[in-house]
């Protein structure tokens, strides 16, 4: 029996023919860093060193999760074009989501306009009117808010406007 998944620059699995033949990209399959997306079109340029995807996008990578209408992968100059045996490796520099962005973290929930991850630093770089992040019963609310991998929040307003935060220390929170 011929089992056949679809490989798109890299971000899935390759094809299985059967038990005993390695995989060609064996070391993608089960590391939790990959990053697999669905959705229901992409198209590709290496001569702009992107990749967009359109329609009902799902990115996995490790515990977060993004979905959005639109999502643009922009890769390290001919980082496409070149033949290397980790396709997709580290030639992703960012990922920029749009239209119903939702992020989910651990705990947190993200909902934004436009979300750019910027894969050297970790960074996820929020923007609409209003990005709302939130945990459980406490949330932050502003025009620009950046997520840090070591738990730094910054969060910056709309012009005219002030930023919002709901907390409830030492975890209590209302009764219903």
Do not use: W
Not at 32 to 38: E, L, P, R, Y
Not at 42 to 60: C, M, P, Q, Y
Not at 67 to 79: D, I, M, Q, V
Not at 137 to 142: K, L, V
């Amino acid at each position: 029996m011929l089992t056949v998944a679809c490989l798109t620059i890299g971000l899935a699995s390759a094809p299985v023919i059967n038990a005993d033949e390695q995989p060609l990209y064996r070391d993608i399959q089960s590391d939790d860093n990959k990053i697999h997306i669905k959705s229901d079109m992409l198209v590709a340029s290496s001569d702009k060193n992107l990749a967009e995807f359109k329609g009902h996008v799902r990115v996995t990578r490790g515990n977060m999760v993004i979905t959005c209408e639109r999502l643009k992968l922009f890769y390290k100059r001919g980082a496409m074009a070149e033949s290397s045996s980790n396709p997709g490796g580290n030639s992703i520099e960012r990922i920029v989501a749009k239209e119903n962005v939702k992020i989910r973290m651990d705990d947190r929930l993200a909902f934004a306009d436009h979300a750019e991850y910027m894969l050297s630093s970790g960074d996820i770089i929020l923007t609409g009117d209003p990005v709302k992040v939130s945990s459980g019963n406490t949330f932050i609310t502003g025009y620009k808010i950046t997520l840090s991998p070591d738990g730094r929040i910054n969060v910056q307003p709309s012009p005219g406007k002030q930023v919002e935060a709901v907390l409830y220390p030492d975890n209590k929170t209302p009764k219903p």
